[in-house]
């Protein structure tokens, strides 16, 4: 296998891999043997995953975890240091979409669920995560944020929020663990057909109306394959991938460069 796709024994903990991309991830770095730690909120289709996995002679573990609570952000960790000795690779994945709402419409519920599970998620997850990394002064965290996060997102402000606060935590992480062998970067997709999307309030006015109407938009006239977000993944995650950090990667087809 080239080095650059070689994730042999690279112990690998990843959030929200129930489904989506999480799971894709899983098996695209399980299947370069990567040794998995996966939580989600989903515990009957995380074991799933992981019995697929454990059938293709991955080494993958199962655990409960809302991201939203920090002792089970913490236990994710714990396991990946008594299993597997380390952890060298940590994706916080798992995210929550919003109703489609305008801005004045959107209440306190909306934004408190969006700082629980998609800010402090990944601020608890990284508090973890780096202080398990420190002591071997290596490790990579890969933080999932959107292209909401790099511009405005009409009708999805708390989303919008939250996602520009996971870049705003992943460059100030990078820049304070840089030099201590951490790298730390915020991947930024655009619309792909998960189940966020295809169970989104955007999706039941009509899948097809709507996948038409932002395909429009993109240079390249179509949305994003899941598994060409997870591609992207697993190059920012290569252990040959060694100087880029505190970056916020946008996987638009072009939407950016407009
Ligand atoms: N699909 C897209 O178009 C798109 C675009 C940009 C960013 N994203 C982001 O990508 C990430 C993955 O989303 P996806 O598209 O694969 O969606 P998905 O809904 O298919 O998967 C998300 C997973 O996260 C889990 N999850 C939700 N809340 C959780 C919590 N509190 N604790 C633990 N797990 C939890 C879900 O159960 C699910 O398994 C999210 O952060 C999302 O915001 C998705």
């Known amino acids: 296998m080239d080095k650059l796709l070689d994730f042999t024994g690279q112990v690998t903990l ?55 609570i920090e002792a089970q952000c913490k236990a994710m960790v714990d396991t990946a240091i008594e299993q597997f000795g380390r952890l060298d690779i940590a994706v916080n994945n798992a995210g929550i979409g919003q109703p489609l709402e305008l801005t004045e419409d959107v209440d306190d519920a909306t934004f408190d669920a969006q700082w629980k599970v998609n800010v402090m998620g990944v601020q608890y997850g ?75 309030a955007l999706a039941a006015a009509g899948l097809d109306q709507a996948k038409a109407q932002l395909s429009r938009g993109a240079p390249m006239k179509r949305l994003a394959e899941p598994e060409e977000i997870v591609n992207t993944m697993v190059l920012l995650l290569s252990p040959g991938n060694t100087y880029l950090t505190g970056q916020a990667i946008a996987v638009d087809g072009g939407v950016s460069a407009m």
């Open 126 to 200: 990284m508090r973890h995560q780096i202080k398990a990394m420190k002591p071997k002064g290596s490790g990579t965290i890969l933080n999932v944020s959107s292209m909401a996060g790099l511009g405005g997102a009409p009708r999805l402000a708390a989303y919008s929020a939250a996602k520009h606060a996971v870049i705003g935590l992943s460059k100030t992480a990078a820049v304070e663990t840089a030099a201590l062998g951490i790298r730390v970067n915020a991947i930024c997709p655009f619309f792909s057909l998960t189940p966020l999307v295809t169970n989104s």
């Open 14 to 68: 990843i959030t929200g891999a129930a489904q989506g991309f999480g799971a894709l991830l899983a098996r695209a770095l399980g299947e370069r043997g990567a040794k998995l730690v996966l939580g989600d909120v989903k515990k009957e289709a995380l074991q799933g995953v992981v019995a697929d996995l454990q059938k293709d002679g991955i080494e993958a573990i199962a655990l409960d975890c809302n991201v939203a």
